[in-house]
């Protein structure tokens, strides 16, 4: 049986419940994932995603018809608008489990925590996906031998 820790992202990027959307927009762009662990005191508190922060922003920032009321939404904290009480799994959670929770809860990404309660890295539906995709080659490229 594959874990998760045999496909997670272990180098994570977190923000602080105090980050502007405008940083989190900005780390968005830079590192081109859809993803955010928001920690408090070295413990795991929400995720903001990309879909979330859009929600969020004014549709007229960095537009012609932009104005200040529309910049102020930039102005946001992480925590007026993050997903609070993050649904987790371990390093040691089968992969089809952790499927199994993106589906239920309708999410697309899962924090991967310690047994004490420390971030060690994430999975989303798309580590998910080729992981999939690679066993259905395997199997593909065996029946083919056969």
Known sequence: METVGSIMT???ITVDMDTTLL???EVFKKY???HLPIMEDDELVGVISDRDLLRELSPFVN???EMSRDTKTLSKKAHQVMSRKPITVTKE???EGASELLLKHNISCLPVVSPDGKL???ITLR???RFYIQVCQSDDSKKTKE
């Open 10 to 12: 272990c180098e994570v």
């Open 23 to 25: 940083k989190i927009r």
């Open 32 to 34: 081109k994932f859809h």
């Open 63 to 65: 537009s012609g018809a």
């Open 93 to 95: 959670d089968s992969i």
């Open 120 to 122: 060690e890295g994430v």
């Open 127 to 129: 580590d998910i996906l």
